[in-house]
């Protein structure tokens, strides 16, 4: 029985040198230790055996396993480190190829700008307010010194919802709102940014939704010059030291005196284009010094408090600081024309 065993070990050990699959290994495997195999057999017969003979056959026969066991696990392991290997040299990757970029997005041109305008009044101590695009009659034109019938108001062709209801014309509500919420006492500096409406022609300059950006300053002492300061320091910071800057006298019925800002223009340098309508300039802003009326009906004492207030249009700005030669871009939303101004 002991040569049976040995031979069967031989036997084995031969085959799982030449295999050259893991399907072979497995037949081997089966062929020698599976409950059919010849070693099984062997123990099977051990009943016949002496008492001496048994452990020592019994002893063997399971060395005679382990010893075909083990050659086949290292034959497998083996196998399986060649086919890896096999594997890694046939599916290298070329980590230096370019990658296949993915599209990123990124904020579009207008939100850029007000947030730069943010930025820049937030430097000058100015905080952020917000209101209602859904407004009264009331904030948007009475508070604002616009009684109803007040022929100003044709200043602004309004989107009315109801009697009382429209969209707001512009951001200058938010003074009022904000006037009242402040209680009459407390100094106020705020900038308010927002969309506004108005029932004119979209052309290359004018759009019927626009965005503005109101600014709002009251305190004692408060004088025109201060708000020529601001105002300059902001074109300046916008535009560059170089882009000249003018003041024209004009009417709002909420400032008194009251002026309108206009910048030289980029895409045509001042000679005149479509986009100045061949001035050489582009209004961005209305300013001037808050009527003593709006300060009396914001509950502020316009004979200790005065203040200075104005309004500004993005767009305007977007266009004059980038040449954009139309207005519309900003609202027909090509990607071609948005993706230019993406900072990376
Ligand atoms: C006003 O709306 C005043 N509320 C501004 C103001 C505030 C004056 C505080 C005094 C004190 P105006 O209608 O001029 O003013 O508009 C202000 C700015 O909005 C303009 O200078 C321009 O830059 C922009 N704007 C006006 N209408 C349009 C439009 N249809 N499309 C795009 N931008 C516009």
Not at 198 to 214: K, L, P
Request: aromatic share 8%; net charge negative; proline share 5%.
């Amino acid at each position: 029985m002991k040569e049976r065993l040995q031979e069967l070990q031989t036997e084995a050990i031969e085959k799982v040198e030449k295999a050259t699959t893991l399907t072979d290994l497995q037949d081997v495997r089966v062929a020698y230790l599976g409950k059919k195999g010849p070693i099984t057999e062997v123990l099977r017969g051990m009943g016949k055996l002496s008492k001496e003979e048994r452990p020592v056959i019994g002893e063997l026969a399971n060395k005679v396993r382990e010893a075909i066991a083990s050659a086949l696990d290292a034959k497998k392991a083996d196998m399986e480190k060649a086919e890896l290997e096999k594997k890694l040299a046939t599916e290298t990757i070329d980590v230096t190829l370019p990658g296949r970029p993915i599209p990123v997005g990124g904020p579009h041109l207008l939100t850029s700008i007000v947030e730069e305008i943010e930025d820049l009044f937030i430097g000058m101590g100015f905080e952020i307010k917000e209101g209602p695009e859904v407004e009264t009659d009331y904030y948007n034109f009475e508070a604002l010194n616009l009684p109803k019938g007040h022929p100003a108001r044709d200043m602004q062709d309004s989107f009315y919802i109801t009697e009382e209801l429209l969209l707001r014309t512009h951001t200058s509500p938010v003074q009022a709102r904000t006037m009242k919420e402040y209680g009459g006492s407390k100094p106020v500096r705020m900038i308010c940014p927002g969309k506004v409406y108005r029932r004119d022609t979209d052309d290359a300059t004018h759009s019927h939704q626009f965005t503005q950006v109101e600014g709002l300053l009251i305190d004692k002492n408060v004088r025109m010059s201060d708000l020529k300061g601001v105002l300059n320091r902001f074109a300046k910071e916008m535009f560059g030291e170089e882009r000249e800057i003018r003041l024209r006298p004009s009417f709002f019925p909420f400032t008194e005196p009251s002026v309108e800002m206009d910048i030289s223009c980029k895409v045509c340098h001042g000679e005149g284009c479509s986009v100045c309508k061949r001035t050489g300039w582009i209004e961005i802003l209305g300013a001037g010094m808050v009527h003593p009326n709006v300060l009396e009906m914001g509950g502020y004492d316009p004979n200790v408090y005065s203040g200075f207030a104005f309004g500004m249009g993005p767009e305007r700005i977007a266009m004059l600081k980038y040449g954009v030669d139309d207005i519309r871009h900003f609202y027909t939303n090509d990607v071609r024309f948005l993706k230019q101004y993406h900072k990376v």
